[in-house]
């Protein structure tokens, strides 16, 4: 890199914060332009998501074949998904098959937690310090924290007192956890909650679900990919991708064009059906296109799928408590299932509505309700995450005279095509706020590729100072939340619209993500790169 006036030295040309798949691609392709960086990572493997999150039944709820990196032939052909949902262990295995085939890993340093980062207007860098107290310095600082890496626990009195196992799905222990005649709680019934419960459900001696809010789910309809399906799927690489990259949300599913009001009952009550035995997000994605945008054809999926979980629950009241309520279906990221609801006819499980029996406290033996103390040996928190913006929280960034990143958000996210902040020079986020989620890899490899065209023109121009214009920053941030109006899913307390009740200041709804089409996303992205980056401020 060329270096910066008044020609301070920096460790790095570019440090970047996490190694899940955004941080090892963001690696290789900062390789490839021959710089030198360093990837800081809390964890002990690569993985990010796919590390952590070590709960029984985690798994995809997108077809294992899209969601895996599509920019190696290579990989592509050496690696072979045995699911066509595939579960964490094998999705951590593949990261670590990335890893290696890649040589990323003398690049990364594990067990290092960025706790602070500063920008240096002396250097045009970045200080960033680590847990031990270490400090290093950089031109360009790349988050690759994710949007679901900061676990929560609920605020409940006594947490701290129970003497038996306790556990967040998303901090599971590497070592197996027996569950064999164990008497099991699980607070939560979201995306983790759901996996974790359908598969301990015949393990346990006792299972006791407390349900904060009920969820919607549809089947996965999981299966092997057998040697025949595997060829074909190798050989349809190309169109596979070509299929994510013109669909709304970068998986395989596109929405139907038509309303699901303009139909006859007969017709929309087939493809209900037919989706509902479909595997994946069809369902959700595939969908007609109003189901999320217009309430009265929102009641009609909501409906189906009410009448579908009073059909699967053999108990009606304990279907009622798992009907949803306070949101219709698609409103929230869909949960896929795979017999979660058959778990509730079981002798041994057990379901408490907490909006009607609140938990008072945690005891050293269980949970005290309003109603009776349950006595437990294991606590099983499924309570989600500080999305989005959490993981950004946990970190001290300081931009530009010292302002603090959190201040600047305390309102709701302000950025940049998602990807940069004003008073933060040289400073890139993948997958933050404002950016096109989705199918994630998908996204993911976007992202990275135009930070790396950036980082490249910096180069090329000998540029040491990239920022965004507040006036950037204001029609991005406008233009994102305009497109959030009239979305069903805007109006529903939900880690997409930033509520997390257990995180202080996180009670009041944000439009957190991009609402538009992933190709609107990169069709804006785009222009920018090609009127060379003259948004930008640049020196």
Same mark, same amino acid.
């Given at each position: 890199?060329?270096?910066?006036?008044?020609?301070?030295?920096?460790?790095?040309?570019?440090?970047?914060?996490?190694?899940?798949?955004?941080?090892?691609?963001?690696?290789?392709?900062?390789?490839?332009?021959?710089?030198?960086?360093?990837?800081?990572?809390?964890?002990?493997?690569?993985?990010?998501?796919?590390?952590?999150?070590?709960?029984?039944?985690?798994?995809?709820?997108?077809?294992?074949?899209?969601?895996?990196?599509?920019?190696?032939?290579?990989?592509?052909?050496?690696?072979?998904?045995?699911?066509?949902? @595939?579960?964490? %262990? #094998?999705?951590?295995?593949? !990261? &670590?098959?990335?890893?290696?085939?890649?040589?990323?890993?003398? $690049?990364?340093?594990?067990?290092?937690?960025?706790?602070?980062?500063?920008?240096?207007?002396?250097?045009?860098?970045?200080?960033?310090?680590?847990?031990?107290?270490?400090?290093?310095?950089?031109?360009?600082?790349?988050?690759?924290?994710?949007?679901?890496?900061?676990?929560?626990?609920?605020?409940?009195?006594?947490?701290?007192?129970?003497?038996?196992?306790?556990?967040?799905?998303?901090?599971?222990?590497?070592?197996?956890?027996?569950?064999?005649?164990?008497?099991?709680?699980?607070?939560?019934?979201?995306?983790?909650?759901?996996?974790?419960?359908?598969?301990?459900?015949?393990?346990?001696?006792?299972?006791?679900?407390?349900?904060?809010?009920?969820?919607?789910?549809?089947?996965?309809?999981?299966?092997?990919?057998?040697?025949?399906?595997?060829?074909?799927?190798? @050989?349809?690489? %190309? #169109?596979?991708?070509?299929? !994510? &990259?013109?669909?709304?949300?970068?998986?395989?599913?596109?929405? $139907?064009?038509?309303?699901?009001?303009?139909?006859?009952?007969?017709?929309?009550?087939?493809?209900?059906?037919?989706?509902?035995?479909?595997?994946?997000?069809?369902?959700?994605?595939?969908?007609?296109?109003?189901?999320?945008?217009?309430?009265?054809?929102?009641?009609?999926?909501?409906?189906?799928?009410?009448?579908?979980?009073?059909?699967?629950?053999?108990?009606?009241?304990?279907?009622?408590?798992?009907?949803?309520?306070?949101?219709?279906?698609?409103?929230?990221?869909?949960?896929?299932?795979?017999?979660?609801?058959?778990?509730?006819?079981?002798?041994?499980?057990?379901?408490?509505?907490?909006?009607?029996?609140?938990?008072?406290?945690?005891?050293?033996?269980?949970?005290?309700?309003?109603?009776?103390?349950?006595?437990?040996?294991?606590?099983?928190?499924?309570?989600?995450?500080?999305?989005?913006?959490?993981?950004?929280?946990?970190?001290?960034?300081?931009?530009?005279?010292?302002?603090?990143?959190?201040?600047?958000?305390?309102?709701?996210?302000?950025?940049?095509?998602?990807?940069?902040?004003?008073?933060?020079?040289?400073?890139?986020?993948?997958?933050?706020?404002?950016?096109?989620?989705?199918?994630?890899?998908?996204?993911?490899?976007?992202?990275?590729?135009?930070?790396?065209?950036?980082?490249?023109?910096?180069?090329?121009?000998?540029?040491?100072?990239?920022?965004?214009?507040?006036?950037?920053?204001?029609?991005?941030?406008?233009?994102?939340?305009?497109?959030?109006?009239?979305?069903?899913?805007?109006?529903?307390?939900?880690?997409?619209?930033?509520?997390?009740?257990?995180?202080?200041?996180?009670?009041?709804?944000?439009?957190?993500?991009?609402?538009?089409?992933?190709?609107?996303?990169?069709?804006?992205?785009?222009?920018?790169?090609?009127?060379?980056?003259?948004?930008?401020?640049?020196?």
């Amino acid at each position: 890199m060329t270096a910066s006036p008044p020609n301070i030295a920096l460790d790095h040309d570019a440090i970047i914060i996490g190694a899940g798949l955004s941080g090892m691609y963001q690696l290789h392709r900062l390789r490839e332009l021959g710089l030198r960086a360093r990837v800081f990572e809390t964890g002990t493997d690569v993985g990010g998501t796919w590390y952590w999150n070590r709960y029984p039944g985690a798994r995809f709820d997108s077809e294992s074949y899209s969601y895996g990196y599509s920019f190696s032939k290579e990989l592509l052909q050496e690696w072979e998904w045995s699911e066509h949902f @595939a579960g964490q %262990p #094998e999705t951590l295995r593949y !990261c &670590q098959f990335a890893a290696d085939k890649l040589d990323l890993r003398r $690049d990364i340093q594990f067990e290092s937690r960025v706790v602070a980062a500063a920008y240096e207007e002396d250097s045009r860098g970045w200080r960033v310090r680590l847990a031990d107290g270490s400090e290093h310095s950089c031109r360009f600082l790349i988050t690759a924290v994710g949007p679901l890496s900061t676990p929560t626990l609920p605020r409940i009195e006594d947490r701290d007192t129970f003497r038996g196992q306790a556990f967040h799905t998303a901090s599971w222990p590497k070592e197996p956890v027996d569950f064999a005649g164990k008497r099991v709680a699980v607070i939560g019934t979201g995306a983790t909650g759901i996996q974790t419960i359908q598969t301990i459900a015949s393990q346990v001696g006792h299972l006791t679900v407390f349900q904060r809010t009920a969820n919607w789910a549809a089947p996965l309809h999981n299966s092997k990919i057998d040697a025949a399906t595997q060829a074909k799927i190798k @050989a349809s690489y %190309p #169109e596979i991708f070509a299929r !994510c &990259q013109e669909t709304f949300s970068c998986f395989i599913h596109t929405p $139907d064009p038509r309303s699901a009001l303009e139909v006859s009952d007969a017709e929309r009550e087939a493809q209900y059906e037919r989706l509902y035995g479909e595997p994946g997000f069809g369902i959700w994605q595939g969908n007609f296109r109003d189901i999320v945008i217009d309430r009265e054809a929102n009641a009609t999926i909501s409906d189906f799928v009410a009448r579908k979980i009073r059909e699967r629950v053999k108990d009606p009241k304990t279907a009622e408590k798992l009907i949803p309520k306070n949101h219709g279906f698609g409103t929230r990221r869909l949960p896929l299932e795979t017999f979660y609801y058959e778990a509730y006819n079981r002798d041994n499980v057990e379901l408490i509505d907490i909006t009607e029996t609140p938990i008072e406290r945690i005891t050293p033996k269980g949970i005290k309700t309003t109603e009776k103390e349950f006595e437990f040996d294991i606590i099983i928190y499924a309570t989600g995450f500080d999305a989005i913006t959490g993981s950004f929280d946990k970190i001290d960034f300081r931009g530009v005279g010292g302002i603090r990143l959190k201040d600047v958000w305390k309102r709701g996210p302000e950025t940049y095509l998602g990807l940069m902040v004003h008073g933060f020079p040289n400073m890139m986020m993948l997958m933050g706020p404002h950016t096109a989620l989705g199918n994630i890899p998908r996204s993911i490899e976007y992202s990275v590729d135009w930070v790396t065209g950036l980082v490249r023109f910096a180069r090329d121009k000998g540029l040491t100072r990239l920022e965004a214009t507040p006036e950037g920053v204001k029609e991005w941030t406008d233009h994102v939340k305009a497109l959030g109006e009239g979305m069903l899913s805007n109006e529903v307390d939900s880690w997409m619209t930033g509520i997390n009740r257990n995180v202080e200041g996180k009670d009041i709804r944000i439009v957190a993500r991009y609402s538009g089409s992933a190709p609107d996303y990169r069709a804006r992205c785009n222009a920018v790169a090609t009127n060379g980056y003259s948004e930008l401020t640049l020196a």
